[in-house]
Each structure stands twice: as structure tokens, then as C-alpha cells.
């Protein structure tokens, strides 16, 4: 359906800072909520944070809130996640992933288009 391309990943150490960045394909981003996972080593992937296609509802998971903040740019096609106070515990795998007409995102929402992740590496 859209075609995505996370950026932005790195080595980090803790407390510091990242953004992670996901360009979309298509003339129809707008239409689209945004939602950012990730996935740690020997772990399941977990819902991070997530945009409705308005820009107008915003979620996270407890353990982010007040640390990352989601945003979207519907002229450059893209969704950001701002990562401030970086702890190990958020190492993993970042991907971006997007469902057509979306506008509450929570952790158990389906999503029908997944990028193929940046890495984020925080040490302490």
C-alpha cells in the first residue's frame, strides 16, 4: 500500500538524544496513522508511539511518555520520533508502520504497511 523508509538510528549513550525519521511513498500520506514499534533482542515487538492521519491524536506507551513525542509532516511525507533521555532499556530495532483512515492509535492496532527498521543502540 505506502512504501517506508526508517532513518536516524544510531549508538547513543544514555541520556542522550536521537530522532528517528520514516518517509513515506505516495501522493496520499495524509491519509494515513502513523505508528512507531520496536523490537529488542529475544523480545516481541512493542507499540511505541503512534500519530493519527489528522495529526491531531497522539499515544504512547507509559515507559516513552514525556520522553519521545511523534509528529508528522504531511508536506515532506514523513513521521518523526523524538527520542530524549535515552535509557538501554529502549535498544531495539525502530520500525514505522502506517494504516489508511487511522486516528487512534493504541498498541494492539493493525497495521497493513511496515518499514524495515533503523537500529537504536543506547549505552550506559
Known amino acids: 500500500q505506502v512504501q517506508l523508509v526508517e532513518s536516524g538510528g544510531g549508538l547513543v549513550q544514555a541520556g542522550g538524544s536521537l530522532r528517528l525519521s520514516c518517509v513515506a511513498s505516495g501522493r496520499t500520506f495524509s491519509t494515513y496513522g502513523m505508528g512507531w514499534f520496536r523490537q529488542a533482542p529475544g523480545k516481541a515487538r512493542e507499540f511505541v508511539a503512534g500519530?493519527?492521519?489528522?495529526?491531531?491524536?497522539?499515544s504512547y506507551r507509559d515507559s516513552v511518555k514525556g520522553r519521545f513525542t511523534i509528529s508528522r509532516d504531511n508536506a515532506k511525507n514523513t513521521v518523526s520520533l523524538q527520542m530524549n533521555s535515552l535509557k538501554p532499556e529502549d535498544t531495539a530495532v525502530y520500525y514505522c508502520?502506517?494504516?489508511?483512515?487511522?486516528?487512534?492509535?493504541?498498541?494492539?492496532?493493525?497495521?497493513?504497511?511496515w518499514g524495515q527498521g533503523t537500529r537504536v543502540t543506547v549505552s550506559s
Open positions: 500519530i493519527g492521519f489528522s495529526g491531531l491524536k497522539t
Open positions: 508502520a502506517a494504516e489508511r483512515w487511522l486516528d487512534f492509535v493504541k498498541a494492539d492496532t493493525d497495521f497493513a504497511s
